[in-house]
């Protein structure tokens, strides 16, 4: 592989996408002349913070801030702007409010801005609630939020829950409308790979969009050149994962927000939290984040010592060099030093966590499921991991992985880790299982084969968009995965002799400590080396068979764009993921630019399946 | 060219002249003073309205409506049925305003086809109306009324409807003698004469009037005339005075008096845009005079019963034989022709005289406009005076002239010499007698080519319409496509043939043409009450957001619901199921969303928050039991509050899972019923919540609370496995620091779990001395790990050792550290050589 290495090409400038998104709030926060207050919704919040900062709004008569929650409003403010996704939940707040105000005998400018779209049912909700001609209505077209210079997020976790559970697809419009945004910025795009029903129906929405286009594309150099798009649902296994490059343990201990993650106390060494953006502008962490987490602490702590080394160098300068010392280096090497101790306060942080036995048993019986060993002890592993309440996500998690890895658990198991997970957290959770059940992620074995042709019979009509005729039980059958079969013939498990070296990889494997490599990543690499589905016939069987590849232009002469690949998550990708693939980049010469629904991981897709109280 | 300046009128500096536009061949008898008569501007069409008056004693003929074309070609007829009419008046857009003596307004179109009708309120209606007046400005067409108690009512814009009371003139007993609309700064006023009195009426008052510099003696008003763009005023009074001025009543152009004292029929400005000259041309029944601001004025002598329009850039006079146009001749034309011109333009029309006749004086005429520098102006004289005029010779002798200058000149821009043979060739071809469009040059720039092609859409005129698009290379988007459009809009409109023929040959025509919106067409054809039609139509309709609407509108929501599915647009599919809901009766309403799952999965989201109950109904409908019994576990947590509410949730949540056959989940409610009960009663007794725990927190929490025996009996009702409840309960004692129960529990039975968990909760408490207690109990295996966990390095080596274990021997190998533990060390690192020796 190493031999015909080509160096990989540089990457565009998404930071356009951010000014466009900016301008365009600007330009809707105008539309509403003089002071006005403003009530951002609570997941808004962290997206509008990297696109326009407080101080910037309020150059644009923005008064006060608000969080908006679903509790009466507080403001003499006569205009209220509200920015929101377009949830009923929210619609039918400020129609509350609305009325509130009415009643009061007040009249005030209410205006909402949805982002990134308007729905319908939106105005259908004002409308019933006789407040349509009170408010106005705008849409921000905000799609895009690039979290760094290869991450671009829609930031729409709630795409995981509404098409995989719900099975409604209206936000598939949208993420075909980003492609086409990312396309006229960046394209034109000259081929499209795609696997999964939502990867299928998004496609050709964005075909109608692009046909629908009448501008003669002049022959530029695109930036992006190749679109791989893929379904959450082929692969479960892979986010089903404990994590261990050091981003993804960020993000499953940490829980990285939006491209920034607030380290508490105990990282800090101080009494207060501390929020820093994680992206390739941090050195230190630019370094480490692709890393398996065993290697980081040595690296952190060789980094240390160098930098000390720098500050070194002070000693026996003379007055001139000290002074282009302190104005050149020293802000860089502080910064760096700051950024240095909390990475190793973090790194202390997860170790005392991860090292203690529990987790290397958890690890343990990870892989063992991967691979298809000592099942039953695994069962029982989960049983106590149950019994004892060790945690109710991570209970989950394991159970689901069984599933998916075993293709079903077998009924009797199923009755009783249910019974014993409903005596441990509560009766309601049997919802949740109805709803595990529903995506494929944990599902009884059906005694009969005889399913599986049913299985793959459907599995074609699936990719026929017209055939919208699928009960829910069929679509939950055809979820079904076949871990054992797709891992034989993808060589999923790596044969290693010896410890696999986890400090110069061979393969994606490392990312899983060497156990296994990410299905999701595997399939890509297939099919950008042999530029075609050819040789998958037998795993796409598996996999129900909707697989597609269309050539969008007319071959180019800039080859070179060929290896620049937009990969596109529908319903989310890991951290873990997008290491693989950088990783897999640098080995074969491709640059990957992610373009995902939202950033997820287990907990994060558990958390949405589960019914709570709350 | 002295034919040319034949029919020229000297009038001052200016001249006039008269010419025809067209023979009548119309087959009008009636007199026009016996019709109303009205004529749209901008060569617009003639209706003539027959019989308009009420004959007494109920004579069978009823007024018959004729609309002509202004060459008189007959466009259509109607048979008039309604009220009597007072007024007919064209609009802007050329319909026909048919005002009524009830107030009444009538629409019509070219064809006599109806269009809408409106009112002029009740004042008008209850008063009758005396006159009325169609009037317009840019891009509007108002209505002025006078009603029998002298009252005026205004509306500005016919399409944007606010009636505008007039104040009333004091002391008025008798109606005006005349009057007129004005319009000053964009406000309607009204110009009225009583008598030898004028009085301006705006919004707010009534001001008597006094025109500047108008002769004391000149005695009662009789006539006026407001200039085409209103701004010249003109008044005619009873000694034949004529006064001339500024609309805005403040200056006085010119005045003169004329030899007739009669009241003239009509009296109308004749000005060309940017002369400076003006000259008002008055109509008595058989003479016409043209009088200005010179001393002498021309007589015309009529032979027929004359009726005049005004127009942009002169006047139109209709007889029942001719169509002629009277107007002021340009500068250009009037320096080229003007007999012993010496003006570039007159030269040049010689130079090319002369060239034709290949004679030498060619060069001495060029020679002698291009020492003087003056060719360009010559060439854009020959070019602009071509469009001036009527005949295609005189055109096409002006325009070689031109042609002919433009050799000789350098870096000539031919711009302006192909657009002006361009718009002759299209106001040529719409002057041609079938069509009978005759605009001016003049007009047809203040018209501007969209509104022309609007109107030879509106004449049906389509095959020219397409044929002057693609002659002026008009961008399909705007030009053809508008046109083929608009014909298949009137296309559907015809009864008499079969939809799919008219679906056909619409396709046919149409095709995939950029800009042709079929749900227009078919919009139109369901206007028509064409349903099928429609639905045919639509099926060319390549976007599914246009297609659905009109679906609905046409109530074939499955059809509509089935394309909004397919177009993948959820708010599409969102509008049609929100009115199939309101739309259909419930059960149909459930079934049509039953063979839809992408609109059932929608509106089920959508119940989720708004409806729950409807979400009932629909899984109802379905038989889905496992979701009622998922909605009913939902609904006992989430809306229940009271105990006996839940517990009757969850009853009936074990009777759907009962009927989908789901054993496990009826079981699992079945539980955790009586679970709640139980807790209910521990409530009551503990005085602590119990009611949302699990099972696991439930016995926790009573262990913790020390209630051994019912923790006990939970255990056994609810066959908890052993190895729960020894970890459940292990755990509790410990937090509860109940060290004798939990040493007591130890000895009780046979742990299913071991010992290990002791001394790891024992020491999770950090009570090394009760962990120590169960270390004996450990399994041999796990034994290692135990001292590890209590700290004692040495018995771990010890048994380490004793195992012969080399990963146990690691292990305790790695906890050692530094010093303090060097011999523990020693002692490994030799049990291992001794082990490897082996």
């Given amino acids: ?614 | 060219m002295d034919f040319c300046t034949a029919s020229w009128n000297p009038m001052g500096d200016a001249y006039y002249r008269k010419f025809d536009l067209y023979q009548m061949e119309w087959n009008v008898k009636e007199e026009f003073k016996d019709c109303i008569v009205a004529v749209g501007p901008y060569g617009g069409p003639i209706a003539l309205m027959k019989n308009y008056l009420k004959k007494e004693g109920g004579s069978s003929s009823r007024p018959v409506l004729e609309i002509y074309s202004a060459s008189g070609v007959l466009l259509s007829t109607l048979t008039w049925k309604s009220g009597q009419v007072v007024h007919l008046g064209w609009t802007v857009s050329e319909d026909l305003l048919c005002i009524q003596e009830d107030g009444t307004v009538l629409i019509y179109d070219l064809f006599c086809v109806f269009k809408r009708t409106f009112t002029m309120g009740n004042e008008v209606k209850q008063n009758q109306v005396l006159e009325a007046r169609v009037f317009h400005s840019e891009y509007r067409t108002g209505i002025a009324i006078l009603t029998g108690p002298l009252k005026f009512t205004i509306v500005s814009n016919i399409e944007d409807l606010k009636l505008h009371r007039m104040p009333d003139v004091p002391g008025a007993k008798v109606p005006p003698s005349c009057w007129t609309v004005l319009i000053q700064d964009r406000m309607t006023c009204i110009l009225l004469a009583i008598g030898k009195e004028l009085y301006l009426l705006d919004n707010t008052s009534c001001t008597a009037i006094t025109l500047p510099g108008l002769s004391p003696l000149s005695g009662a008003y009789l006539h006026m005339s407001v200039s085409f763009h209103y701004k010249y005023l003109a008044v005619f009074t009873d000694s034949g005075y004529i006064w001339m001025g500024t609309s805005s009543l403040e200056e006085k152009l010119c005045d003169l008096t004329s030899d007739i004292k009669q009241p003239p029929k009509q009296m109308s400005w004749c000005i060309r845009p940017r002369s400076k000259r003006v000259a008002i041309v008055v109509l008595w029944d058989k003479i016409l005079l043209v009088g200005g601001c010179a001393k002498e004025n021309i007589l015309f002598p009529l032979d027929e019963e004359t009726f005049m329009v005004s127009e942009l850039d002169g006047v139109r006079l209709i007889s029942h034989s001719t169509h002629e146009f009277l107007h002021e001749i340009p500068k250009a034309t009037e320096e080229i022709f003007k007999i012993a011109s010496m003006a570039p333009g007159a030269l040049l029309m010689e130079a090319q005289k002369e060239y034709e006749k290949e004679s030498q004086k060619a060069d001495d005429y060029l020679r002698e406009i291009k020492d003087q520098n003056l060719l360009p102006v010559a060439v854009a004289q020959c070019i602009e005076a071509a469009g001036y005029e009527h005949l295609t010779e005189l055109q096409k002798s002006l325009l070689r002239a031109a042609s002919f200058g433009k050799c000789f000149l350098d870096a000539y821009s031919p711009s302006d010499f192909v657009t002006m043979c361009n718009d002759l060739r299209v106001l040529n071809a719409i002057k041609e007698y079938q069509i009978g469009i005759p605009l001016t040059i003049v007009q047809y720039k203040q018209l501007t080519f969209p509104v022309l092609l609007d109107r030879l859409v509106l004449r049906r005129l389509y095959p020219l319409a397409v044929k002057i698009c693609e002659y002026m290379k008009i961008p399909e988007f705007q030009g053809v496509s508008r046109v083929l459009a608009h014909w298949a809009c009137f296309k559907v409109q015809q009864k008499e043939k079969s939809d799919e023929e008219i679906a056909h040959a619409i396709n046919q025509k149409l095709g995939d043409t950029a800009g042709i919106s079929y749900s227009e067409i078919a919009s139109k054809a369901f206007d028509c009450g064409r349903t099928e039609l429609a639905i045919k139509l639509l099926e060319y309709e390549p976007k599914s957001e246009d297609q659905v609407p009109l679906l609905l509108k046409m109530k074939r929501s499955k059809l509509a619901l089935g394309k909004a599915i397919e177009s993948g647009d959820t708010d599409l599919v969102y509008t049609v199921v929100s009115y199939m809901k309101n739309e259909l009766n419930r059960g149909d309403f459930f079934m049509t969303l039953r063979n839809h799952p992408i609109a059932l999965s929608l509106y089920r989201q959508f119940c989720k928050y708004e409806e729950p109950e409807t979400l009932k109904d629909l899984y109802n409908q379905d038989d889905n039991h496992l979701e009622l019994g998922n909605f009913h576990v939902r609904a006992s947590y989430s809306t229940e509050k009271g105990v006996e509410g839940r517990v009757a949730e969850l009853q009936n949540a074990v009777d759907e899972y009962s009927k989908a056959k789901n054993d496990f989940a009826a079981k699992a409610t079945e539980d955790q019923i009586k679970l709640i009960r139980i807790q209910r009663s521990l409530q009551e007794k503990m005085d602590k919540p119990y009611v949302d725990y699990s099972l696991h927190d439930t016995i926790y929490n009573l262990i913790l609370d020390g209630l051994q025996k019912k923790a006990e009996q939970l255990y056994k009702d609810f066959k908890i496995p052993d190895k729960r409840y020894w970890w459940l309960k292990m755990s509790a004692l410990a937090e509860k620091e109940d060290w004798e129960e939990l040493e007591n529990f130890s000895k009780s039975k046979k742990s299913p779990i071991g010992y290990l968990p002791y001394v790891e909760i024992c020491m999770k408490h950090r009570n090394k001395f009760e962990a120590k207690k169960y270390i004996a109990r450990v399994s041999p295996e796990q034994r290692v790990k135990a001292f590890l966990l209590i700290g004692d390095l040495d018995q771990a080596a010890e048994a380490a050792i004793e195992h012969k274990n080399e990963n146990e021997m690691n292990m305790v190998l790695s906890k050692c550290s530094g010093v303090t533990d060097a011999a523990v060390a020693d002692k490994i690192e030799r049990a291992k050589v001794q082990l490897l020796k082996k």
């Fill in chain 1, 1 to 614: 592989m190493a031999s015909d290495r080509l160096d990989a090409p540089a990457l565009p400038d998404f930071t356009i996408l951010k000014r466009l998104a900016r301008d365009q709030l600007i330009y809707l926060l105008e539309q509403l002349p003089g002071k006005k207050d403003l009530f951002i919704e609570p997941e808004l919040m962290s997206p509008l913070d990297r696109i326009a900062n407080v101080s910037i709004l309020k150059q644009h008569d923005i008064d006060k801030l608000y969080k908006l929650e679903n509790k009466p409003i507080y403001s003499n403010s006569e205009q209220l702007c509200f920015l929101i996704r377009p949830r009923v939940k929210h619609v039918k707040h400020i129609a509350n409010l609305v009325n509130a105000d009415k009643k009061a005998g007040l009249s005030k400018k209410y205006k909402i801005i949805f982002s990134p779209q308007k729905f319908y049912a939106c105005d259908m909700i004002l409308e019933e609630e006789g407040v349509f001609g009170d408010v106005t209505s705008d849409e921000w077209p905000f799609y895009l939020l690039p979290l760094d210079d290869d991450i671009i997020s829609m930031e729409l976790p709630e795409f995981y829950r509404d098409y995989f559970l719900e099975g409604e697809q209206r936000w598939i419009g949208t993420v075909a409308r980003s492609l086409n945004l990312l396309n006229t910025i960046f394209g034109p795009m000259s081929k499209v790979y795609g696997i999964g029903r939502c990867a299928k129906m998004t496609y050709e929405m964005w075909k109608e969009l692009l046909e629908d286009e009448e501008v003669v594309q002049k022959e530029r150099k695109p930036d992006l050149g190749l679109v791989f798009m893929i379904d959450r649902d082929v692969d479960y296994i892979t986010p089903m994962c404990s994590q261990v490059v050091y981003e993804g343990l960020v993000d499953d201990i940490f829980r990285i927000k939006c491209g920034s993650v607030e380290f508490g106390p105990e990282v800090t060494s101080s009494d207060r939290s501390v929020k820093i953006l994680l992206n390739s502008q941090d050195k230190v962490f630019g370094e480490i984040r692709n890393e398996h987490f065993s290697n980081v602490f040595s690296f952190l702590s060789q980094k240390a010592r160098n930098l000390q080394s720098q500050y070194d160098k002070r000693r026996g300068m003379d007055i001139k060099q000290m002074k282009t010392f302190v104005s050149q280096e020293l802000k860089g090497l502080k910064q760096e030093h700051r950024m240095l101790s909390l990475h190793i306060g973090a790194c202390e942080s997860i170790m005392k966590k991860k090292t203690k036995q529990d987790f290397q048993e958890l690890l343990k019986t990870e892989h063992s499921l991967l691979e298809g060993f000592d099942i039953r002890e695994c069962i029982n592993l989960i049983e106590e991991h149950i019994n004892r309440q060790v945690s109710p996500i991570e209970s989950l998690r394991l159970l689901c992985l069984l599933s998916l890895t075993e293709n079903g658990l077998i009924a009797k198991d199923y009755r009783s880790l249910k019974t014993q997970y409903l005596q441990s957290y509560g009766s309601e959770h049997l919802l949740t299982f109805s709803n595990l059940k529903r995506a494929g992620l944990l599902t009884e074995q059906t005694p009969t084969e005889a399913l599986t042709a049913v299985e793959s019979r459907v599995g074609k009509l699936v990719t026929d968009k017209a055939v919208g005729k699928l009960t829910d039980a069929f679509s939950s059958l055809a979820k079904k995965s076949h871990f054992r079969g797709i891992s034989k013939k993808l060589g999923l498990i790596p044969r290693v002799d010896g410890d696999y070296d986890l400090k110069t990889p061979r393969d994606m494997a490392y990312v899983f400590s060497g156990a296994y490599i990410p299905l999701s990543c595997k399939i890509m690499e297939h099919v950008l080396v042999r530029k075609s589905w050819a040789g998958l016939e037998e795993v796409m069987r598996l996999l129900n068979n909707i697989e597609f590849s269309e050539q969008l232009t007319e071959r180019n002469s800039f080859q070179d764009s060929y290896r620049t690949i937009v990969v596109v998550f529908l319903g989310g990708c890991t951290f873990s993921e997008i290491s693989a693939l950088r990783f897999l980049g640098k080995e074969i010469g491709y640059r990957f630019v992610f373009l995902t629904t939202a950033i997820t991981n287990s907990a994060r897709i558990l958390e949405s399946m589960t019914e709570t109280k709350s």
